[in-house]
């Protein structure tokens, strides 16, 4: 096992990765930038490094001088927690050269899955469903013209070097094709500097749900349910669950061994999460996330598995200590973002936080960073904190979370709070009845 892990991210994860070291008993290095001075995860690590300025570029995505802190620290593993340098392959090799631990999966792994294109070809010959579309990447528009002849329209073009929802061009009609191919590939080779597009069947009212999945070193490699992701807007998830409302424990069982045999096509090892559209009681393969997602205390909440201690575990090349033998979900859970955020306009609203009070009692976890007079910075993401709340069945934890948001006050930031408290009222979400365009006709 490590003796010291030193935290290349800030924020509520940086909080949660301490904690996991905590409780095994690891020393933590925590690095910040100079607009993170004044943060929990500086106080709450045993040492402290500043890495740059406020500027990511030069701070939290500063390769070098992260493996300076560890090496002035004497960590022996770095936990890049999720954005960042979490999926950056080149960072996992040069963490493991310099003869440090990345823990996460290997830098292989991170490569092939990042190549968007690569990832569903590859999930294709694992026997995993694909949504219909091209092999691979397309050299010429007329390509793209021929498969979307052969599937039919509508089609989605997409950058293979994107993800995320970044670098997608939807096509309605065969006029617009050769358009928005060169749109698209333009597009794609500014925003990630590779051009390369590849294009698929346009699913009209699919929702988003995707599978957790944990591999070790000695070829086990289980999947830990599902998480609902459906409710989000401009591709930033608002809300996740699970179970899914729409899955039966037969669809859930078929996506779990999809999930497994994509896992075992790339050898790998540590936490990941393999996204799924779904539709019409199909699914199809979308994206791998080959790091630990922001929405993973939903699992956790559901499983009784403590995913981050599992990782350091797995990358200390110790086995899962995920109990073998038929697995099942515990109850509901369901997590909100709260985004310091104008809930109608969703601009970024940083600032001073001048009054808090958490909700806590019975189901209530609160993942944050935030305290009463911290200020949020304006250089990072918006997120304050993660409301995650649990139950006996969906009903009593939608209850639970309509308690928990009603005790929820923050005062001197907008968040996203008000629009939670409405999402919650609304009789399709209630019924479950949702996809990823609810958040199309919602607003406050
Ligand atoms: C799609 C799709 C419909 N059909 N692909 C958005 C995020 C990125 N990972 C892929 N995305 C989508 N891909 C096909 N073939 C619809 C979306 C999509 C979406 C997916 C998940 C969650 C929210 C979304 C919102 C808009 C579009």
Redesign the pocket.
């Given at each position: 096992m490590f003796s010291k892990v030193l935290i290349a991210n800030r924020g509520e994860i940086a909080l949660r990765v301490i904690a996991a070291c905590k409780e095994m008993g690891l020393k933590t290095v925590a690095v910040h930038s100079e607009a993170d001075r004044d943060s929990l995860h500086v106080r709450y690590a045993d040492d402290d490094v500043c890495i740059g300025p406020a500027a990511s570029k030069q701070s939290y995505l500063s390769i070098s001088s992260i493996i300076a802190a560890a090496e002035i620290t004497g960590a022996d593993a770095i936990h890049p927690g999720y954005g960042f340098l979490s999926e950056n392959p080149h960072f996992a090799e040069i963490v493991n050269e310099c003869g440090l631990t990345f823990i996460g999966p290997p830098a292989e792994a991170i490569r092939l899955m990042g190549d968007k294109a690569r990832a569903r070809e590859t999930a294709k010959n694992a026997g995993v469903p694909i949504?219909p579309g091209s092999e691979g990447s397309m050299k010429t528009a007329d390509e793209a013209a021929e498969v979307a002849n052969a599937i039919g329209y509508p089609v989605?073009l997409?950058a293979a070097a994107g993800?995320?929802?970044r670098g997608?061009r939807i096509c309605w009609d065969p006029s617009e094709l050769h358009r928005q191919y060169e749109t698209a590939r333009n597009e794609a080779e500014r925003a990630f500097g590779s051009g390369e597009v590849y294009l698929?069947?346009?699913?009209e009212r699919?929702r988003?749900i995707e599978i957790q999945v944990f591999a070790d070193n000695f070829g086990r490699v289980v999947a830990l349910g599902e998480r609902e992701?459906?409710i989000?807007r401009r591709?930033q998830k608002l809300i996740e669950e699970s179970p899914s409302p729409a899955l039966t424990d037969e669809l859930r069982k078929r996506m779990g061994d999809a999930a497994i045999r994509l896992c075992q096509a790339v050898n790998y090892v540590n936490a990941g999460t393999i996204?799924f559209?779904f539709q019409d009681g199909e699914f199809y393969f979308?994206?791998m996330n080959t790091r630990i997602q922001v929405e993973h205390p939903v699992t956790e909440e559901v499983t009784g598995i403590d995913l981050v201690k599992e990782q350091i575990r797995v990358a200390a090349g110790e086995r899962l200590t995920v109990p073998e033998g038929e697995f099942r979900l515990r109850g509901h859970a369901m997590e909100f973002r709260v985004n310091a955020e104008d809930p109608v306009t969703f601009a970024p609203n940083p600032g001073k936080i001048r009054e808090l009070h958490l909700p806590g009692g019975p189901g209530v976890r609160v993942d944050t960073h935030i305290y009463r007079d911290y200020v949020v910075p304006p250089h990072y993401d918006s997120l304050l904190a993660k409301l995650v709340v649990r139950g006996k069945d969906r009903l009593d934890t939608i209850a639970r979370g309509r308690r928990a948001l009603e005790q929820f006050v923050v005062e001197g930031v907008k968040t996203t709070i008000p629009l939670h408290r409405a999402i919650l009222n609304n009789e399709q979400f209630i019924r479950g009845d949702i996809s990823?365009r609810f958040m199309d006709n919602f607003s406050l």
């Open positions: 949504i989605i997409k993800g995320g929802g997608m698929e069947k346009y699913l699919p988003h992701c459906s989000q591709h996204e559209l979308m994206e990823t």
